[in-house]
């Protein structure tokens, strides 16, 4: 059976009016970046920023009359406010935020049934970030704990090849994303809704409303802790986190070498800006064991993060060699904590695992104190 077409959802998007010109929105210009695979639907509606906040039915209509097309699975539909507008004395308007936080600025629950969520994040590409997340995640699934994996590299989504999962995510109840799963874990990324090799070409307003999307519109069920694969930098992603949920920690990757250090600093201190607890430190490609003759050669030097750690007083939290098989496992989809659970590098992760539960059961006892109770005698 023939999949939905674009022409077909741009035929039934003409029938919603925009409600500030009248015009309809195909008309309007206000479609972007549309894309269909395999009847899964994504795109943006652009509005004006003065707007956004009313314009949430808007973007539920368009959601479910192109959810209504025959051969359409699901439909990810987010707003966009980027059009320039002036405020009363001239200057630029505020931009809103597409969900606004609940009563008295606290932030709202999107991810009601998660206990914590942990940000991996670093500062720079290229430092193994990704798997550290996976493994990382893994790990704490070994220990008994309820795990969700989030991929937040909207640009480079990685996770449907490290977790070996293919296929679209399906609707149960017709209004949420069921999330995928599999190792024990849940998982959604964009890499789901759209083909590996399709770039995304999407502006830092779209790319925060799928982060919001992904996380409310899922259904992710009753989770201990739920793991972020944040994308590199500190962008708008990382902002979106940090201002949107309310994060647990965050665990900062980096290889040893000062160039990398000096970046991993910038996405430590941007977290600590947001107020959001940092749980340490991670040495990836920390040293290299030749497989032959058994000489180790520290590629990237050795014990930056350490030192780095001690001098910013935050914990280290281990070291990861650079080995074959980590990066072999990741890229099969196998990863090394399920695919080899007895070796030492398995170890090396659960252990890491370990020490950031324990510093979640910390986090969430700090919080759960400082919350004031009320008690009636």
């Known amino acids: 059976m023939a999949g939905v077409t674009e022409r077909q959802i741009l035929d039934v998007l003409k029938s919603i009016k925009d409600p500030a010109s009248g015009k309809d929105i195909v008309g309007a210009g206000m479609i972007a970046g549309l894309?269909?695979?395999d009847g899964h639907v994504a795109f943006a509606i652009e509005v004006d920023p003065k707007n956004g906040a009313k314009?949430?039915?808007?973007?539920?209509?368009a959601e479910k009359a192109v959810h209504a097309?025959?051969?359409?699975?699901?439909?990810?539909?987010v707003l966009t406010a980027e059009r320039p507008t002036q405020a009363a004395g001239g200057g630029p308007a505020p931009q809103p935020r597409h969900a606004p936080p609940g009563p008295g600025g606290a932030k709202a629950p999107v991810l009601a049934g998660v206990r914590s969520?942990?940000?991996v994040a670093s500062g720079k590409g290229g430092v193994g970030k990704s798997t550290t997340a996976v493994n990382l995640a893994l790990g704490l699934a070994a220990a008994g704990h309820r795990v969700g994996l989030l991929d937040a590299d909207i640009y480079g989504p990685s996770m449907p090849r490290m977790m070996g999962i293919s296929g679209r995510p399906t609707s149960s109840d017709g209004q949420t994303l069921d999330a995928m799963e599999n190792y024990g874990i849940k998982v959604m990324s964009m890499g789901f809704m759209v083909d590996e090799e399709t770039p995304m070409i999407w502006r830092g307003p779209m790319v925060q409303s799928a982060l919001e999307q992904m996380m409310r519109d899922v259904n992710w069920?009753?989770?201990?802790?739920?793991?972020?694969?944040?994308?590199?930098?500190?962008?708008?992603?990382?902002?979106?986190?940090?201002?949107?949920?309310?994060?647990?920690?965050?665990?900062?990757?980096?290889?040893?070498?000062?160039i990398a250090l000096l970046d991993a600093r910038k996405g430590l201190n941007m977290f600590r800006k947001v107020d959001v607890p940092v749980f340490g430190l991670v040495e990836n490609m920390s040293y290299f064991t030749c497989p032959k003759c058994g000489e180790r050669s520290e590629i990237f030097s050795h014990g930056g993060a350490r030192r780095e750690a001690a001098r910013l007083g935050m914990d280290f939290l281990g070291e990861i060699p650079l080995v074959m098989e980590i990066r072999e496992t990741s890229d099969g989809g196998h990863p090394i904590v399920v695919s080899k659970p007895a070796s030492e590098h398995a170890?090396?992760?659960?252990?890491?695992?370990?020490?950031?539960?324990?510093?979640?059961?910390q986090a969430l006892?700090?919080?759960?104190?400082?919350?004031?109770r009320i008690v009636i005698q």
């Open 35 to 37: 894309q269909t695979k």
């Open 55 to 61: 314009m949430e039915p808007l973007r539920k209509q």
């Open 69 to 77: 097309l025959k051969g359409v699975i699901s439909a990810t539909v």
């Open 117 to 119: 969520i942990i940000a």
């Open 221 to 258: 069920g009753e989770l201990d802790v739920m793991v972020v694969d944040m994308p590199p930098g500190t962008g708008d992603a990382q902002l979106t986190m940090a201002q949107r949920v309310p994060l647990t920690g965050a665990v900062i990757v980096s290889t040893p070498q000062d």
């Open 347 to 361: 170890k090396v992760y659960r252990a890491i695992a370990d020490r950031v539960w324990t510093k979640i059961e």
């Open 365 to 372: 006892a700090a919080r759960e104190a400082a919350t004031p």
